[in-house]
Structures are given as structure tokens and as C-alpha cells.
């Protein structure tokens, strides 16, 4: 449907993101070792994300 | 704030003995008279432990068991032989100000509440930023920054990326954040609800002689006894707010990372050293013990703060650009006002000339 595809569209990654966010402030809580790495991985995946299309904007640039 | 464990160790002088002696921990009584001797006339509230510092017990001491709770000193002492390793100086330096200044912006507990007000509106201005998101980015792909076109849309873009990118951290740290503030609250409530309960039987009671004491080392051993698989964290001499004229309140804690954040009551009767009552805190307190880590990041170790002051910097960034974005607006809106106040005087001045 065309009305999925372009909500997906709009808060697909939004809501990825949120459920990625949660899980790592969440495994750190519950957890050691491996839960602590699995928050730095998905927490960390933000600034990434965000620096990638930083760069990807300068790329691109008109 | 984030770092301050990391700047209070750089900081601090390291030399003290807490160097252990033996596989015996010295009586917690030893301790007490041996703090006592450095402050003859003060008078320990509360014995605390250190996950990070296994050799060390604290003392708490103050000039009064119903002194206001800043009016404290701690020492630091070595586990196992009892002696005073050191006094410490938590409430001198930089950190201490900047902590006190993050919390009540050292205007007490209507600072504390004001800072909670202002979270609250932080939170408002985030869902409200959410409410923006849909309509704007509609049209658009996520992450698009439009650069080289005007400064405006390249700073919307960076705001929209970055403001929902951090989304949901900011929602916790903010909401967290709110219920730090809350803390005299949730510890009223505590002390009129549970604490008042636990400890109702003792109310009309005469409050004990402090040399008549049950030995506290005993009372910790005994609310340890009931709760074999948790550890010691806080005692609250009889006397205190925490605990009650005829008890010792020893606060054990769990040893995962979530269970060691919360706090688990038993009262020992501090005359006959008997366990009167070993409760879970209720929910309100726990989720204030959560909060606290969720919102200063500092539960998974150094990588965690480091990713967490990336996250305060995006999300400074978000309020900058928003602050930014709003005074265009502004501007914008004032230059439309000139514009359409302009042409009023134009017609009012037509209507003038044919008048004439």
C-alpha cells in the first residue's frame, strides 16, 4: 500500500532508532560485560549515523 | 558532570592505607571509635560501602544525628584493620560546586524543583519538536542536511537529524532528570509510608541511651543473615531520618548491575540486636534508585560516558540550532510585520490624497 510505504518512508528509521536507543540504555542496566558492550554498540551507533551523513552531505554538496 | 568520577580521582591525593591486613574485616564498633576519635565531638550517622573501593568502609560523620543533611564529614577507613585511612574532602573543589549547582543550582529544594520545571518544559519542547518532524520531513529522506542552499535550511536539516537521531536518549535523560529532582519527595513519602510503618510498633517508646547500643557490627551481621545474597551498602544509626530512635536501618543492595542500584531495608532493634522487619523499597523509591544511573550515564563503564557526552554534545547542538532557527523566525516575523504595516501606511496615505 502506498500509504505504508511512505509512512515506512517517513518513521521507519525514527522508530529504529528508538527501539535501537531503549535496548542499549537498557542492556547496561540489566547486564555486564557483553550487555555493557551491546549498549556501547547500539548507543554508539548514533554519533555514527549522524557523522555519516554529515559526510555524505558535504559529498553531495550543489 | 558525566566525568566527575574520573576528574575527583585525578584530582585527589592518593595517599592513604587501605591497603588490606588479613582476610578479617575489622568490627564496624572499632570503626566508629576510631572516627570518633578524629571528630570527639561529632557523631556518626551513617556507615557506607563503595563497590569501587571493596577495601574501604565510610563514615558519615555530623554535629547532630538531626543535623540538615549537608552538615556532614567522611572519613574513609580501612576495611580490615579499622583504621582511619583518611578524611576526605568531598565537599571542597570544582566538582563538588558544579554538582551542587546541576542539582539545586545551590538555591536548595526550590532550586531542585525549579530544575525539575525546566525539565519538564525540555520534555515539552521535544515531543513538540517530534509533532514538527512529521509534516516537514514528509517529502523528504532521513538524514537529508541541504547543504549549500541557505543557512536556514541547512540548520532545519542538521535539528531534524540530530534531534530525532538522539530522540529517545534525551526523552530518558530528560525524564530521569525530572525525577532526580524529585528526591525530598520520594524520601518523604518513604520515611511517612514504609519507614513510619516498619517502624510503628517502637513509636510511643523512650528513645535509647546512645551507650546503652546493641553492637552495630552485630546488627549488620544479622541483616545480612536474612538476606544471604546481597551486600551491605548504607547503615543509618538509630536517631536518624533514615532509621528510627530504637533501630539501626541497614540498607543491603543486589549484585547485578539493576539490583545493586536498589536498596533493600532491614531494621535491627537496637536494643536487643534482633531483626524486627526486612522489606523491598516500593516502587516510587526504585524507580528513583533507576533513575539516577539513566541519567548521569554512569552504569557501563568509561566507553558509556564517553558516548554519552557525544550524546550531550548532539543534543546541544539540537538546542543551539533550535534557539537559532527560532530567532530567523523571529526576524522573519518582524520584517512581515514592517512589510504588511508598511503597505497600511501606503494605502492610509492614498486614501489621504484623495481625500484632497
Known amino acids: ?17 528508538a527501539i535501537l536507543t531503549s535496548i542499549g540504555l537498557l542492556s547496561a542496566l540489566l547486564g ?13 551507533f548514533l554519533p555514527l549515523l549522524v557523522l555519516y551523513y554529515l559526510r555524505k552531505a558535504k559529498r553531495t554538496r550543489l | 558532570m558525566v566525568f566527575h568520577e574520573e576528574i575527583d580521582h585525578l584530582t585527589e591525593k592518593t595517599n592513604r592505607d587501605i591497603a588490606p591486613v588479613g582476610h578479617q574485616n575489622a568490627s564496624l564498633d ?89 525539565g519538564i518544559l525540555f520534555i515539552i519542547a521535544i515531543i513538540s519538536g517530534v509533532v514538527l518532524y512529521g509534516p516537514i520531513m514528509k517529502k523528504y529522506d532521513f538524514g537529508m542536511i541541504r547543504e549549500g542552499r541557505s543557512k536556514r ?16 536518549w534525551t526523552l530518558v535523560v530528560g525524564l530521569t532528570g525530572v525525577i532526580n529532582t524529585l528526591s525530598d519527595v520520594v524520601q518523604g513519602l518513604w520515611q511517612q509510608g514504609q519507614l ?45 531520618a533514615l532509621s528510627s530512635k530504637h533501630h539501626y536501618a541497614v540498607f543491603l543492595h543486589g549484585n ?19 531483626l524486627t522487619d526486612i522489606r523491598k523499597m516500593p516502587w516510587y523509591v526504585n524507580a528513583f534508585f533507576l533513575s539516577q544511573p539513566l541519567h548521569f550515564g554512569d552504569y ?10 557525544l550524546l550531550d554534545i548532539m543534543t546541544i547542538v539540537v538546542l543551539i540550532s533550535g534557539l537559532y532557527l527560532w530567532v530567523l523566525r523571529l526576524k522573519a516575523g518582524k520584517a512581515q510585520f514592517v512589510r504588511v504595516e508598511g503597505k497600511q501606511v501606503f494605502f492610509q496615505e492614498k486614501e489621504v490624497n484623495h481625500g484632497i
Do not use: C
Request: aromatic share 8%.
Open chain 2, 196 to 240: 513510619a510503618d516498619m517502624t510503628a510498633p517502637y513509636r510511643n517508646e523512650k528513645p535509647l541511651h546512645p551507650d546503652s547500643l546493641y553492637s552495630v557490627d552485630l546488627a549488620a551481621k544479622t541483616a545480612q543473615a536474612a538476606a544471604p545474597d546481597m551486600k551491605l551498602a548504607v547503615i543509618a544509626m538509630p536517631g536518624t
Open chain 1, 1 to 17: 500500500m502506498a500509504s505504508n510505504r511512505s509512512f515506512l518512508r517517513l518513521w521507519g528509521w525514527p522508530v529504529a532508532l
Open chain 2, 153 to 168: 535550511l541547512k540548520w532545519l536539516d542538521m535539528h531534524n537529524l540530530l534531534g530525532i537521531v538522539v530522540l529517545i
Open chain 2, 30 to 118: 572499632a570503626m566508629v571509635l576510631n572516627g570518633l576519635k578524629v571528630h570527639p565531638k561529632k557523631v556518626v550517622r551513617f556507615i557506607s560501602w563503595d563497590d569501587e573501593e571493596p577495601n574501604s568502609v565510610y563514615l558519615s560523620l555530623t554535629d547532630s544525628l538531626t543535623a540538615p543533611p549537608d552538615n556532614f564529614e567522611i572519613i574513609e577507613m580501612n576495611k580490615s584493620t579499622g583504621a582511619v585511612a583518611r578524611q576526605l574532602a568531598v565537599k571542597e573543589g570544582v566538582m563538588y560546586t558544579i554538582l551542587q549547582l546541576h542539582t539545586d543550582l545551590l538555591m536548595g529544594i526550590p532550586g531542585k524543583l525549579f530544575l525539575g520545571l525546566m
Open chain 2, 300 to 309: 557501563g563503564g568509561l566507553t558509556l560516558k564517553i558516548i554519552w557526552a
Open chain 2, 256 to 274: 547485578t548491575p539493576l539490583t545493586s542500584r536498589l536498596l533493600t531495608p532491614a531494621l535491627v532493634d537496637a536494643k536487643t540486636g534482633k
Open chain 1, 32 to 44: 555486564d560485560n557483553v550487555w555493557d558492550g551491546l549498549s556501547w554498540l547500539l548507543l554508539g
